[in-house]
């Protein structure tokens, strides 16, 4: 017969191990807490507890010390850490006919090629739009409110005036590529690497990462994340950023206090200045952008608040004079009305997976394509892409 003093001493084991998982994993649980409820966490004020607060550094310190020994082990080149404690990789582009390009400038082993379906032609399809941003109305509806779910989110803040935007891209060789974004980038980033290595020699660094977005810097901070790689990396060239489905959600102001309400005027300001930070970040560097907006969703209340984040998207960038591309136009919603196919080309294709959210291989391609035509290869470096006016916008 188990005696009660075993079952108090297995409850104290068990509750302490349960503890000190949580206290090392607590940044890790914080960022599902937010991304699944979107709201602050119940144990939100232990964050201001010197002894909590170690915990996060000792997880992270475990992490890089067995990041440093597994170098030394096996002898390879170290990985890339990030602040978060995450650690990001190189990937490996998969393309029909192509298998295995890599993403990055060193070798590496070639991935099984992956069967997709007839490549989209995307200059019938890629739009770039340089005109202003639309005015924004005096009123804006409540998020959350389902009754006026097919009425367009209000942007709140005074959008910046549009300079002239880029119409190309000039990349020449040794330079790089960086993509940035959630798990649509996923999708469309290793089609695009692998014709840029296979048609112009130009090799890039894929870091896009699923349920990630601008929302929730805890979970994973990406104008630090672009800062950081920029800083680290002066070959890089060009930035193409592609999010937003993640972020339509009451999100933390970043300096304590209550969540942001999404679409409030305060939760705008918070939201463009992280979407300025990443800009900055490339254009202090002589990096260009390419920004593409999602395209609209399946879901109604989803889609709404997509395009409302597009428009921001939109306003900054063409603001910074950059690149930007709407995802409806590469799509041919040129209503907005969302379908699982599309007939620019002349055929239908379906290009949405069933979620009604990300792509199928088509509609990956179809992006990657519409990318690929806005970007000219100069074999050699001329004066001026080595110049200070290489930043200035270029039209054709």
């Given at each position: ?10 409850v ?17 649980l914080?960022a ?7 709201r602050?966490p ?11 607060q ?20 096996t ?20 393309s ?7 993403l ?15 490549p ?7 739009a770039?739009?340089?005109s202003?941003?639309?005015q ?10 389902a009754?006026t ?34 798990s649509?980038?996923q999708?469309v980033?290793p ?6 290595r ?12 699923q ?19 920029l800083e680290r ?11 937003g489905?993640n972020?339509p ?28 930070g ?29 395009d409302y984040?597009s ?6 960038v ?10 409806n136009?590469?799509l041919?919603y040129?209503?907005?009305?969302y ?5 620019v ?7 949405r997976a ?21 970007i000219?290869?100069v ?10 006016d290489?930043l200035a916008?270029?039209?054709?």
């Amino acid at each position: 017969m188990i005696s009660l003093q075993r079952v108090l001493a297995s409850v104290y084991v068990v509750a302490l191990t349960a503890l000190l998982l949580v206290w090392s994993h607590q940044q890790s649980l914080e960022a599902y807490w937010q991304q699944r409820y979107h709201r602050a966490p119940p144990w939100e004020a232990l964050e201001q507890v010197a002894v909590w607060q170690a915990g996060s550094r000792v997880h992270q310190a475990v992490q890089r010390a067995a990041g440093v020994f597994w170098q030394e082990l096996t002898e390879r080149e170290p990985q890339l850490e990030l602040e978060q404690g995450e650690v990001v990789v190189e990937a490996v582009a998969q393309s029909q006919g192509d298998a295995g390009a890599v993403l990055n400038a060193e070798p590496v082993p070639a991935l099984q090629p992956k069967q997709h379906a007839e490549p989209v032609p995307a200059a019938a399809a890629v739009a770039v739009i340089d005109s202003p941003a639309p005015q924004p109305p005096q009123s804006a509806p409540r998020a959350e409110d389902a009754a006026t779910a097919a009425e367009p989110v209000a942007q709140h803040s005074a959008a910046p005036q549009p300079q002239p935007a880029k119409r190309r891209i000039r990349l020449a060789p040794g330079q790089r590529v960086l993509f940035a974004g959630d798990s649509m980038m996923q999708g469309v980033a290793p089609h695009l690497a692998s014709r840029l290595r296979r048609e112009y020699g130009l090799f890039s660094l894929d870091l896009s990462r699923q349920s990630t977005g601008l929302a929730y810097p805890k979970a994973f901070n990406w104008p630090l994340t672009i800062e950081q790689q920029l800083e680290r990396n002066a070959d890089f060239s060009l930035l193409a950023v592609f999010l937003g489905p993640n972020d339509p959600w009451d999100m933390p102001s970043g300096r304590g206090g209550k969540y942001l309400r999404f679409a409030t005027p305060e939760w705008e300001v918070a939201y463009r200045e992280r979407i300025r930070g990443i800009i900055d970040s490339a254009q202090r560097r002589g990096v260009e952008i390419i920004w593409v907006a999602p395209p609209s969703m399946r879901r109604a209340e989803l889609s709404r608040k997509v395009d409302y984040l597009s428009g921001l998207y939109e306003s900054e960038v063409l603001a910074a004079g950059e690149l930007f591309i709407a995802g409806n136009q590469i799509l041919g919603y040129l209503d907005g009305a969302y379908s699982d196919y599309s007939g620019v080309t002349g055929q239908t294709l379906k290009m949405r997976a069933g979620d009604g959210i990300h792509f199928t291989p088509a509609g990956q391609r179809a992006f990657a394509d519409a990318l690929f035509d806005l970007i000219d290869y100069v074999p050699q470096h001329t004066a001026e892409h080595d110049s200070p006016d290489r930043l200035a916008p270029h039209r054709l």
